[in-house]
């Protein structure tokens, strides 16, 4: 990064900067994006650039890194989609810690981001397993209403 900028005088794009974190995240080097995304300044957030950001923190070895990402460039106008609100849950699911599921159901809310059928069903065990249960109960009725699948075994066939 400091070399395109300095000895190349290119100024990295969001692309760039997006193709070569996806890169180290592709060859299971989460941390070594880690490492380069902090070099990386003055550049804007793109949807793509968010969700290989969150994406690669969750492999890193603190997954939970992924939701200081996030709330650090939730203070720009980028918009979480589906994809970065599913990588917060499986961050929360590879750490095994769930305190962070009501914040997650908030962005989700709150962005009014639509998830398809895993996500949902994982949103629901991350409540269940945070011990929300007024919102399990509200995310799970609005599932069935919806006709969603709840892969929930515990809860009977569909």
């Known amino acids: 990064y400091v070399d395109s900028k300095s000895r190349f005088e290119v100024?990295?794009?969001?692309?760039?900067?997006?193709?070569?974190i996806d890169?180290?995240?592709?060859?299971?080097?989460?941390?070594d994006g880690i490492r380069f995304l902090a070099t990386v300044s003055n550049l804007p957030v793109t949807s793509p650039l968010l969700s290989v950001i969150i994406h690669t923190?969750?492999?890193s070895s603190n997954p939970l890194s992924a939701f200081t990402f996030y709330k650090a460039l939730r203070q720009t106008d980028m918009k979480p989609d589906g994809r970065v609100i599913n990588s917060l849950l499986q961050a929360q699911e590879t750490a095994n810690d769930y305190s962070?599921?009501?914040f997650i159901l908030s962005e989700m809310m709150r962005h009014r981001v639509r998830l398809e059928t895993d996500p949902l069903n994982r949103m629901l065990i991350a409540l269940e397993r945070?011990?929300?249960?007024?919102?399990?109960?509200?995310?799970?009725?609005?599932?069935?209403?919806?006709?969603?699948?709840?892969?929930?075994?515990?809860?009977?066939?569909?």
């Open 57 to 59: 923190a969750r492999g």
């Open 23 to 31: 890169g180290f995240r592709k060859n299971g080097r989460n941390d």
């Open 100 to 102: 962070n599921s009501k």
């Open 130 to 158: 945070a011990g929300l249960h007024t919102e399990f109960g509200k995310l799970f009725v609005t599932m069935r209403r919806h006709g969603k699948t709840i892969y929930l075994e515990r809860f009977g066939p569909e």
């Open 11 to 20: 100024i990295p794009t969001a692309d760039m900067i997006t193709n070569i």
